[in-house]
């Protein structure tokens, strides 16, 4: 998807295939702190119990418990940002989470290579290179994240989503992948902007696939999208 940015602020607007455009909101370096800090406290309450619990096993159990260091340490992230859409518990608990710079979700190969820079970004001491880095970009990434081609963006960008024409919702006949749920969405919020022709065109594309029977496309989109959203 071809990227483009806004000068006057942050925000990243992604252009899908189908036309419709996307917009992120990058986490700045204090959300990304915060996050951080709340994971190392669950770290450190995990690795303090199994010390005590290791500290019984005497050389064998010392052994043991440097080995758990090292895979709670680099492992912990690469798990959650996986298989816990992108989120460990800290970012989870700001709100904020890791996708690709295209806005899908974060691969394994991204994530691992994000987290093994982490040791360059924690140069020359305390993530100072990675938080010079998030300062001076505008979309605050660290070097991590710029190898990686990875993003961090708050899950809903505060105070930005849009009113969603009223109506009915209506639940899809097929599950929905997540790029398929920001589309539909998407189609939605912009609703009143778009010409009455793109309406037809982008959701002649959007919805027959998901509600084959369906004879009114424009209609059918935005009750999806009400249902998306929970509405």
Same mark, same amino acid.
């Given at each position: 998807m071809p990227i483009k940015t806004q000068k006057i602020d942050n925000l990243i607007h992604l252009q899908t295939p189908e036309g419709v455009e996307l917009t992120l909101t990058p986490a700045g370096p204090?959300?990304?702190?915060?996050? #951080?800090? /709340?994971?190392?406290? /669950?770290?450190? $309450?995990?690795? !303090?119990?199994?010390? $005590?619990? !290791?500290?019984?096993?005497?050389? !064998?159990? *010392?052994?043991?418990?440097?080995? *758990?260091? !090292?895979?709670?340490? #680099?492992?912990?992230?690469?798990?959650y940002e996986i298989w816990k859409d992108g989120s460990t518990p800290g970012k989870k608990s700001i709100g904020i989470m890791v996708v690709q710079d295209d806005g899908t979700p974060i691969t394994f190969s991204a994530s691992l290579l994000r987290n093994l820079l982490r040791s360059v970004d924690f140069l020359p001491f305390f993530y100072a290179l990675g938080l010079l880095s998030c300062v001076i970009r505008q979309d605050n990434k660290r070097l991590g994240d710029i190898v990686a081609g990875t993003l961090v963006i708050y899950r809903h960008s505060p105070n930005t989503l849009e009113a969603l024409p009223e109506g009915e919702a209506i639940i899809p006949k097929l599950p929905l992948t997540t790029d398929e749920q920001k589309e539909i969405v998407a189609f939605a919020e912009r609703y009143h902007k778009i010409s009455d022709e793109r309406k037809q065109e982008l959701s002649s /594309?959007?919805?027959?696939?998901?509600?084959?029977?369906?004879?009114?496309?424009?209609?059918d989109t935005v009750a999806m999208a009400r249902w998306i959203r929970g509405l």
């Open positions: 204090l959300p990304r702190a915060m996050a #951080w800090l /709340i994971d190392l406290l /669950i770290r450190f $309450i995990i690795l !303090f119990g199994l010390a $005590i619990i !290791f500290s019984l096993l005497g050389n !064998f159990g *010392t052994g043991l418990y440097l080995l *758990t260091f !090292f895979l709670i340490e #680099w492992i912990y992230p690469l798990i /594309i959007l919805v027959p696939e998901l509600i084959p029977e369906s004879k009114h496309a424009i209609a």
